[in-house]
Structures are given as structure tokens and as C-alpha cells.
């Protein structure tokens, strides 16, 4: 089975800090995305990335960045967190073009 | 813009009785949809899969059904289930743009006994 790991569950941060989440994935996928879940919006695409070293804009990239070094793993990177990026955020990986595999998601309160 | 629409915020249904969640979309480059079901602190399950040239595909309970000229798909469940309640994503790919996949805002399935 594929799993996609991601670093926290729930994470709460103060406004102006760098936070960072984590996403590992085992099955040597080359693509990877970062979402986010809001009520109402459904999933909107932050970044993603279609091979090491590589990224690409989502829809919403604004005030994000991400870092992928290593196949498995992709960084999500909030430079300065403000209460806006309230959310739960959502990492995924998959191969080729069809269905992304998705991890548990992180529960981000910024106060 | 929403190029994936799911009108729908919720719908209740029995358990047995079969339920119809809806999407819309507007954009004609879409190739490849796909449903995805979410369980509450969990992140989304693959569920089921179209192609546009097709416009059924049925696995066990779970039938979607395409219909290219109103930009329209829908999911069937019969018979529905308890454990079915969950929210429930529609998601489209764009030709040519690999893996990049577009989602809808969700629809909350409630399966009531």
C-alpha cells in the first residue's frame, strides 16, 4: 500500500513565525502536491512538483514555498504564518497522471 | 473561478436507497475525472474513475456516470451504507498537464439508518 506521512497531525503557530511541514511518501512517486482544505473552497493546490529539485505553482501560492531535495520528501514552507493561512493542509503523491495518494492532513491554527 | 463545481454542501439519504452526488465543470481541456472520498481527521481516498471518452464506469456499489455535452458527472451509490457518510470530492485532470488534478468543493454524504 502506498503511505503518505505527514510530519503533524496538529500544529499551532504564532503569527509572523516560519513554519514548516513535512511530507514523506514510500512508493518513489516522481509527483508531488500540497493542498489545502477550507470549508466551502474544497481542495486548492498550493505547489507542486514533478521531480526533485523541481516545483511549480499551485492556484494559491502566495505567502507559501515548498523544497523538494530528496524523491520522497516535500516541504511546505510558511515564510511568515498569519491567521489567514488557518487551514488544514493536505500533501499527496502519485505517479503518471491518474489518482494522487493523499496523508492524513495537518490541522495548522495560526494565533 | 471555479472550473469544478459541486452544488450541493450536503445530502441525506437512507440507508438502502441510492444517492446521487453531482459535479459541473466548465472547462472543455478536462480528460480524466475522479472521485475521492474524505472521512473526518483523514486525508482523501481514491474512490473511482472516468475517462472522457467514456461515459459509465462501475465498481461494486459505486457507478459514474459522464455526460460530456453538459459538462456533467455524477456519482451513484446503491445501496447506500452507514459507513458511506463521509464528504465526497469530484476532481478533474487537465489534457497535458500531468498530474495536476482540479477539485470541487465537496458534498457531505450523511447515510442514515
Known amino acids: 500500500d502506498v503511505k503518505v506521512t505527514q510530519s503533524s497531525r496538529y500544529l499551532v503557530k504564532r503569527t509572523g513565525e516560519k513554519v514548516f511541514l513535512e511530507c514523506v511518501q514510500d512508493?518513489?512517486?516522481?509527483?508531488m502536491f500540497w493542498y489545502r482544505q477550507d470549508p466551502g473552497l474544497g481542495l486548492r493546490l498550493i505547489y507542486f512538483?514533478?521531480?526533485?529539485?523541481?516545483?511549480e505553482k499551485g492556484d494559491i501560492p502566495e505567502g507559501y514555498s515548498v523544497s523538494r531535495e530528496k524523491k520522497e520528501r516535500f516541504s511546505l514552507i510558511l515564510e511568515s504564518a498569519s491567521t489567514n493561512q488557518t487551514s488544514m493542509y493536505l500533501c499527496?503523491?502519485?505517479?503518471?497522471?491518474?489518482?494522487?495518494?493523499f496523508g492524513p492532513g495537518t490541522r495548522l491554527t495560526v494565533t | 473561478d471555479q472550473q469544478v463545481k459541486q452544488n450541493s454542501p450536503s445530502l441525506s439519504v437512507q440507508e438502502g436507497r441510492i444517492s446521487i452526488l453531482n459535479c459541473d465543470y466548465t472547462?472543455?481541456?478536462?480528460?480524466?475525472f475522479l472521485w475521492y472520498k474524505k472521512y473526518p481527521a483523514e486525508g482523501p481516498t481514491f474512490l473511482i474513475s472516468i475517462s472522457s471518452i467514456k461515459d459509465k464506469n462501475e465498481d461494486g456499489r459505486f457507478t459514474v456516470f459522464l455526460n460530456k455535452s453538459a459538462k456533467h458527472l455524477s456519482l451513484h451509490i446503491v445501496p447506500s451504507q452507514p459507513g458511506d457518510s463521509a464528504v465526497y470530492f469530484c476532481?478533474?485532470?487537465?489534457?497535458?498537464?500531468?498530474?495536476?488534478?482540479?477539485f470541487g468543493q465537496g458534498t457531505e454524504l450523511s447515510v442514515k439508518p
Open positions: 499527496a503523491s502519485g505517479a503518471g497522471v491518474y489518482e494522487q495518494y
Open positions: 472547462n472543455s481541456m478536462f480528460d480524466y
Open positions: 512538483s514533478y521531480d526533485v529539485k523541481m516545483k
Open positions: 512508493m518513489d512517486h516522481e509527483n
Open positions: 476532481a478533474a485532470r487537465i489534457y497535458n498537464q500531468g498530474g495536476k488534478l482540479i
